[in-house]
């Protein structure tokens, strides 16, 4: 699957803001990798680990523009949300 991102780029290719509108471009792989390294390291069924995710408070921060999750890294994300994971374990 490929998205368009050239709504993105202003005519002298330089990036735009990033906006709420147009954050769902850059989501995709970012999200597509957390899954995966949760499916690696838990030995877990991947469309699980993808819901999983989508109800997560890491993914809710993710689609937020103002938080400016979508700029830290797929590691940092997956961190977050192991972090996130602890805590529920913990109450």
Known sequence: MYY????LFNEE???VKITQENL?????HKIGKVCAEMTRNNNSDL???IVDFYNSKTSEK???E????WWDS???IYSRLL???EEKDEK
């Open 83 to 85: 972090q996130e994971k």
């Open 4 to 7: 368009d991102i050239s709504s």
């Open 74 to 76: 797929w590691n940092f």
């Open 24 to 28: 769902h471009l850059l989501l995709p």
């Open 62 to 64: 993710l689609h937020q």
């Open 13 to 15: 290719n330089k990036i």
């Open 66 to 69: 103002d938080l400016k999750y």
């Open 47 to 49: 469309l699980q680990n």
